[in-house]
């Protein structure tokens, strides 16, 4: 079984550790209503993805 040779310094654990960090959302404007929205989803608003009408919305 496989054991550290040498004992990890706080330093290094803690410079591992700082990766965790959380990103803002990738907010775009939908090219049809300019509403914003995620990446890579359907407008809330309007319904469009990519320039298509996927989804009908009530309004």
């Given at each position: ?42 407008c ?6 990519k ?9």
């Amino acid at each position: 079984m496989a054991v550290p040779k040498k004992r990890t310094s706080k330093q290094k654990r803690d410079q591992r550790r700082a990766n965790w960090k959380i990103s803002p959302p990738n907010v775009t404007r939908c090219a049809s209503c300019a509403a914003p929205v995620l990446s890579h989803r359907i407008c809330p608003s309007c319904g469009t993805y990519k320039g298509k009408q996927v989804v009908q919305v009530a309004e």
